[in-house]
């Protein structure tokens, strides 16, 4: 088969798990000459849950996002399933919030730069200004907002305003040293992701690296996870780790924690971005 | 949907990459409702290759491979495929070849005992008599067949007479020192794993650790490949490595290494009995 | 210099940190020409303890460890050392203590045959008669010390009478699923090594790998730690993980995590028995 | 003790193996109340040559390099030594050449911001004018030396002497995607690093990722090595790897090395201008 052309489709679906999903869904789609480039799924056995990722290309002149969405309806209603397509070309929106290290701020950037995070970052939001001559290097419009000007509360009214004005479709907290509040962690619910310092679920909390020090641990890591109201009990996403020893204080732990925690970051961001990540409770289901 | 069998069956199929081919088998299954509880696939884009593997559970009373087998025939003549469906309750035959290090076999036994590795192992063969005493313990026949006794011609006839008659679905070296001749390598195509102790393509041949610690590398590997004529050159199924230093000598290296050779032989041949593994030109296509 | 004698010796100490000390073991060792093989030191600038491991090879005949203890003994007392030097060619007694679960004393007995963990295996015990053939293969004595049999107090009573009448020099629990009472972890203090089927401080206590399945982690790992009255909050010695995906049930975590306990727990005890590790307060130097 | 000071030396020293080396250069510190922080020695069995770093810091007023220098010579003179000492908090000056590719760049320019290497970039020389800006906005000399303007003879020429005029202790190839002449590698011998991306002595030469895929390997790898008249041949100073798979084009390949290319090169700068590394003929020896 040829393929005259670099469209590429994303279609993503979770439903109870049942005989007969993936053979409708596909016969749909060859139907309309939509060839498969990639596809996962997953039937979780505990939860009989099942989750879909596909990638397609037309093979075919006139494919519309909206002909599909009306034609796909009625079989995502039939399995009562949540489900979105998308065009893989397009550049989702995601906002950055950072407060003074600017590690993972750095790297985000420069991937997007390179192109190696397929996204825009219509701007930056921070409780201090130390990382606002790098957002203005990237001509990104950078929003400095104490906390204690005004509150937290009318600061996360402001970053929720942003988000939606911005149309952000994720929201990255890129050692943003705030704790969100259970009212804003609600509604970024599925679209914010955070970094811990520590290799969840172990030293949760504040500084994570002290806490390893003084437990003598062997291996250190970070954990990128979805925001939730529980405080570093959200969905974990992606995990690094990193050996240690007697030798390393917390601050060359830190120091050797920044790259794995970069790393761990943009992957979780570049998992979510690309639509692989699906939520199953307080767990995910990454497509990888 | 609930399953009141343990019973699973392995489905796996390559051919030209089409439009329509898992719609097709899906709905085959869909329509047998044999549920689809695993599923891999892999379009080639550089060689136009397809690649499938299904693993599906009957969810009606009545399914046989030989009803399977007669009624998918026409799908997979129609796509020219090249497939097999398997029932994943059966143990493959295992013929393991070891000389006089016993670390891959001791931990291939081991796996096979506690059920990590779902196979038979009808015999053990070596050029020595080393390891009869371990074969002994687990209650397997050794074949002790030496080089010398006969030339290497005779053995090898030997060996593949022994493979042919005791049905082996697969012919392991465990650190078995011989290179097989073109001919036996051709004749055992595709279902002949090899342990080679170095991270392929470095150090090919005799003595990598020896060449590992002149080169003075500061990381070392084992590589599982299946057996072509072209010795060290095979299709790589795994790999993994080990860190290395200044103060490690070529026998501390092959210290190191037998615990990174035991794992990556073992993997290897998981995910063959598993039917994971296609060949795919020189390389290999892992669905893990 | 040339050795005629593959002797080699360990000197170990520990003393709070001064200008001089290595100056003046080393001179002590060079006066009586006994050559430095390998040398590691840490003076921890948190507590102001120092630790010292030598290796030393005598380059001339007539050392005796009874002279070398006589005539070091004034270095030692002056800077207050904890010390011991010792023969590197004797091996240490190893009592390991098992349940049901095999794969830590399999590994254990399989290096200490191939020479890979120099030590003797006086005697196996278990609370189960599960590995009796095991022991009974490498002809050690197994002792079955069931709980319910005369209860906990006299069990242990058992094992410590054990422990001193085989001179044990390390207790090993190779997953012994019983919690030594604190009297039994205070006698045993310093010389008894666990592994726990988790990446401590993460999932405690019982059933790790249920824990690491309900939080959604993506690695699991264990953790190899010295037995101290608290459970599981003994000083680290070693930690190893491994990846894990939504996939993977309890069950295959288990089977994944069994490969990294064993290799873990191999490694600790390897690095006890070359008096590679020191207790320092909580935490553990490993002069790796 | 303590320490009014955070002055911090480096004594770096190698010679013919003998007793009583350890035992003098301790005794000369202690001499002179100069407090061992960290100490690292290795005696090469198989040359017969020692290596020794010492980190030391004053512990009375009064002390100079030139005195120390002056004390010093004897004993060096004694052992035959080549040796050399610093003052820690000085930065080496060091030189970096790239060509298109400015994640490796970026990433050291990055770390030098953030103080994780502790040098000085005088100036950047490349023959693209691609990474111009980068250098702009960290301050630095960017020198546009393309190859066709007056060959590569004068090119080197050029760089030779910015090395010189800028006392550049090191020069990194951080993807110049120039071969450096025999003659100029012979000039910076020592003190040129290279990243290589491949896992050396794998796919040595132009193309590794494509070499890589070819090949199959399901482990693709970045090498630092020092630059000497041999391509690719040179002593490795550090290598990491990356898992990969049949889904990975040589393009994925090459985005998913560019993160480890620039941790390795990072980590052999560090371990460079820190004075951690001894070239031991083909080899290296670390001190991490």
Known sequence: MSLDTQERFILRASCRDEVGIIAEVATFLAQ???????TA????????????????????????????TAEFT??????????????????PNVLILVSQSDHCLNDLLYRQRIG??????????????????LAERHGIPYYHLPIDRGGKEA??????????????????????????????????????????????????????????????????????HYVTQDLDEGPIIA?????????????????????????VLARAVKLHIEGRIFQNGARTVVFE
């Open 32 to 38: 309309r000459r939509l060839f498969i480039v990639e």
């Open 41 to 68: 799924n997953f039937g979780d056995a505990s939860s009989g849950a099942f989750f879909m990722r596909l990638v397609f290309a037309p093979d075919a002149p006139g494919f519309t996002l909206a002909k599909f």
């Open 74 to 91: 009625p079989i995502a209603e039939k399995w009562n399933m949540e489900w979105e397509v998308r065009d893989a070309r397009a550049r």
């Open 116 to 133: 190696a995070l397929h996204m825009s970052v219509p701007a930056i939001v921070s409780n201090h200004l130390t990382c606002a001559w």
């Open 155 to 224: 600061t996360e009214a402001r970053i929720l305003e942003l988000a939606d004005t911005l149309k952000a479709d994720l929201v990255v907290l890129a050692r943003y040293m705030q704790i969100l509040s259970s009212d804003m962690s609600e509604k970024l619910s599925g679209r914010c992701i955070n970094i811990h310092h520590s290799f969840l679920p172990g030293f949760k909390g504040a500084k994570p690296y002290t806490q390893a020090f003084n437990r003598g641990v062997k291996i250190i890591g970070a954990t990128a």
């Open 239 to 263: 995990q690094a780790v990193e050996p240690t020893s007697h030798v390393d204080t917390p601050e060359v732990m830190a120091a050797k924690g920044r790259d794995t925690e970069a790393r």
